[in-house]
């Protein structure tokens, strides 16, 4: 059962394994690396059966293989994201700062939250969230700040946030 997740608790999460944070540096490198788009929308068009088909997100095969892991890895908490208060200041704010367990629990919030809101999940890669929240699980305490630069990405979709 999820639990609502204070950040005075967050010190209680289990800490990352060593394969997590090497599988979380591993895909920040790539993602770093990843020049381009993310993906794209799909849909909308009428099936052979005259419905329309819903819109849906494609990723490319990194931002797929980011989200894949990110669902199975166990480096997300169980938590009632929805009700964390903290999640709407930490997104706007830099993400690459954040503590580690934080790091985690905003990933929750914004990965989850793809279920009920379709098209943040392009969103949050395209505007390099996601890559900074890998590079706080990747980098150990006495590694040096990883540096990104991630130009802004208007390609007519908003950014869709909602609901966090």
């Not at 052979?48 to 199975?72: C, F, K, M, N, S």
């Not at 793809?114 to 699980?137: A, Q």
Request: with cysteine; hydrophobic share 40%.
């Amino acid at each position: 059962m999820a639990r609502d997740l204070r950040p005075k608790d967050l010190r209680s999460l289990d800490p990352l394994t060593t394969d997590q944070v090497t599988q979380a540096a591993r895909l920040h490198a790539c993602l770093q690396a990843h020049h381009g788009e993310w993906g794209h929308w799909e849909g909308g068009k009428v099936g052979a059966d005259g419905a329309q088909t819903p819109h849906r997100v494609i990723l490319t095969p990194i931002a797929q293989e980011t989200y894949d892991w990110l669902l199975t890895s166990g480096v997300m908490p169980d938590f009632n994201w929805l009700a964390w208060p903290a999640k709407r200041e930490l997104v706007q704010g830099n993400v690459s700062t954040l503590e580690p367990d934080v790091a985690r629990a905003l990933l929750t919030a914004l990965i989850v939250q793809e279920h009920s809101s379709d098209g943040s999940l392009l969103g949050i890669f395209r505007h390099g969230i996601i890559t900074n929240l890998l590079g706080v699980l990747g980098t150990s305490p006495h590694d040096p700040e990883p540096e990104a630069t991630l130009d802004p990405v208007d390609d007519g979709h908003p950014l869709v946030l909602e609901p966090i």
